[in-house]
């Protein structure tokens, strides 16, 4: 069992920046594919970006591309996203994700075996 949590959310003005970090306890997700997605209100939980077990691999989605960073650090069971750029349109719940299997491609949320319980990020006009 892999526990999932996300630090780092709160509000922040449009152009601003915000890291969010999330620490899986227990166990390590060394092997693991991690990544992140969202939720905004009264929408479906989307993907945003994702990164293979050693690091090598990331993936976004279109409309994060050149603002967000993904990155890990296995020796600190740790993963992050470094937000730039803000845009209110990225206000949502970020949760955290973990998936067994590497695939070489995005995340989809049927892929997940592990979730956070998220972190709120609001981002004022």
């Known amino acids: 069992q892999v526990q999932l949590v996300e630090s780092g959310g709160g509000l922040v003005q449009a152009g601003g920046s915000l890291r969010l970090s999330c620490a899986a306890s227990?166990?390590?997700?060394?092997?693991?594919?991690v990544g992140w997605f969202r939720q905004a209100p009264g929408k479906e939980r989307e993907f945003v970006a994702s990164i293979n077990w050693i690091g090598s691999d990331t993936y976004y989605t279109d409309s994060v591309k050149g603002r967000f960073t993904i990155s890990r650090d296995n020796a600190k069971n740790t993963l992050y996203v470094q937000m730039n750029d803000l845009k209110p349109e990225d206000t949502a719940v970020y949760y955290c994700a973990a998936a067994i299997v590497n695939y070489r491609r995005i995340m989809r949320v049927d892929d997940v075996n592990y979730w956070g319980k998220g972190t709120l990020v609001t981002v004022s006009s």
């Open positions: 227990e166990r390590s997700f060394s092997g693991f594919m």
